[in-house]
């Protein structure tokens, strides 16, 4: 990962309506239009996002398609104490001496694979992981864990159904496609899934593959 000073940052042509604070760290491309991206935050190349919020320790993979409004991260509390507030865990803390663990914190960090589409006004609890290739309804609330190509929605989230039958989804999975240069998956047959599955092997001996490029901000 290169390491660059965070005042370098507008020279990647990020859009001036984003507000991201440092560490940040990034693939190029990416567009964050409108949104406000908390420290500690990843995104890998070719995602976007509109008009949202990007709360702390969220890792976004490849080709993530993220609708207007999302919050990504949200804060979670706990429902078995007095008070769902958080000076309930500030007097626990002080009466323990020990920290408190919440529900939210079931995973450290908030994961988004690739390739996942999240619709308008959908809001991630914080901890969530969401599995490549999964879609989450428009106004959602996804408070625990999507499977890799599930459709889910509702409040709370629930699953819909599957992309495409489970051997397909293995073998999307272990194709790692979006390790592919763009131009390469352009010239893939994206409209027949098994076709498309066929070529991936040789095009990736055709064109390689791209590592990660990330890119860290700091101040």
């Known amino acids: ?22 560490p940040f760290s990034f693939e190029p491309p990416i567009a964050l239009d409108g949104v406000t991206v908390f420290p500690n935050v990843s995104v890998g190349k070719h995602s976007y996002m509109n008009d949202g919020m990007i709360r702390s320790n969220v890792k976004i993979g490849r080709y993530c398609s993220i609708g ?11 429902l078995e104490c007095l008070t769902t507030h958080p000076v309930a865990y500030r007097a626990i803390r ?14 450290i960090d908030t994961i988004i694979g690739h390739d996942v589409w ?12 969401i599995g490549t290739g999964a879609v989450i309804g428009a106004n959602s609330v996804v408070t625990k864990d999507v499977p ?23 073998r999307l999975l272990e194709s790692k ?43």
């Open 177 to 219: 496609w979006w390790r592919l240069p763009i131009a390469a998956i352009e010239s893939l047959n994206v409209a027949n899934i098994d076709e498309c599955l066929g070529e991936i092997e040789s095009k990736m001996n055709e064109y390689g593959v791209e590592e990660d490029g990330f890119i860290e901000f700091v101040r």
């Open 1 to 22: 990962m290169t390491a660059i000073p965070y005042d370098q940052l507008a020279e990647y042509k990020l859009e001036k309506s984003a507000v991201i604070s440092a």
């Open 68 to 78: 207007r409004n999302v919050l990504l991260a949200a804060g979670d509390h706990t």
């Open 94 to 107: 002080d009466r323990t001496n020990a920290p408190v663990s919440r529900r939210s914190e079931k995973h």
């Open 148 to 170: 890799a190509f599930a459709i889910v929605g509702g409040v709370p989230a629930k699953l819909i159904r599957y992309r495409f039958e489970a051997d397909t989804i293995q």
């Open 118 to 129: 999240i619709g308008n006004n959908v809001v991630v609890i914080g901890g969530v992981h």
